[in-house]
């Protein structure tokens, strides 16, 4: 950044992936996806494209296992307690 | 693919999802029934996350009750104006730069993250407002 202005533009840190995973699914994902992504930046700072690159690979990585785990999570939950539920609120009619 | 549509079809398709979900918390109170998936960390180490409360802070929010999202997840309502201000900056509406680009954002989140991780599950007067 501040001696090498020939440097590539900055690799995407994924750091919105981080948080949302952080709040609404899994907090050791979502720790895992911050780690890279504060990686990311101190590398680059550092002026390691490479190494920033690396780290930016793993948080998108850490951030698309965080989607994921949050998606099956629901979908294997909704697959168990759903259609109870729905059943359940059809026959009594209230909920 | 090309780039422009393939762009487009995730927005879309993450826009769809969204609406269907805001539909479903502000329907549903996640406190009451089996609907909603239980935070797993907590279910098996029977610690609170930072991320605990948050599903009841959505429904909360959607219900315009301010005072109960922030007493069920603290950081949940400040989580959704950086990433709104992250946002809004990154599609260039707002002219500012995005908070989440400055060199120490990630280490100054992890930090808030850890220490509400554990400030939520301490005893005592003021921590248990903290918690979910």
């Known amino acids: 950044m501040e001696n090498n202005s020939n440097m590539p533009p900055k690799p995407d840190n994924y750091l919105v992936w981080a948080i949302l995973s952080t709040i609404f699914c899994c907090i050791a994902t979502g720790i895992a996806s911050i780690i890279y992504a504060s990686k990311v930046n101190e590398a680059y700072a550092r002026g390691e494209y490479e190494e920033a690159q690396k780290a930016s690979k793993n948080a998108k990585m850490w951030a698309l296992i965080g989607a994921g785990l949050s998606v099956l999570i629901w979908i294997i939950y909704f697959a168990i307690f759903g259609f109870a539920i729905l059943g359940g609120m059809a026959n009594a009619g209230s909920y | ?132």
């Open chain 2, 1 to 132: 693919m090309p780039e422009a549509i393939k762009k487009i079809s995730v927005i879309v398709f993450l826009g769809v999802l969204s609406v269907l979900a805001i539909l479903l918390y502000f329907s549903f109170n996640p406190e009451r029934g089996l609907l909603f998936p239980k935070c797993p960390f907590n279910t098996y180490l029977g610690i609170y996350c930072s991320g605990c409360g948050s599903q009841r802070a959505i429904h909360d929010l959607l219900h315009l009750r301010i005072k109960d999202a922030i007493s069920h997840n603290l950081l949940f309502l400040p989580a959704m104006f950086v990433i709104g201000q992250h946002v809004t900056s990154k599609l260039g509406i707002l002219k500012q730069e995005s908070l989440l680009n400055h060199r120490y954002s990630p280490l100054v989140i992890l930090g808030i993250v850890l220490l509400f991780m554990v400030l939520r599950n301490l005893k005592g007067f003021p921590f248990e407002y903290l918690a979910p």
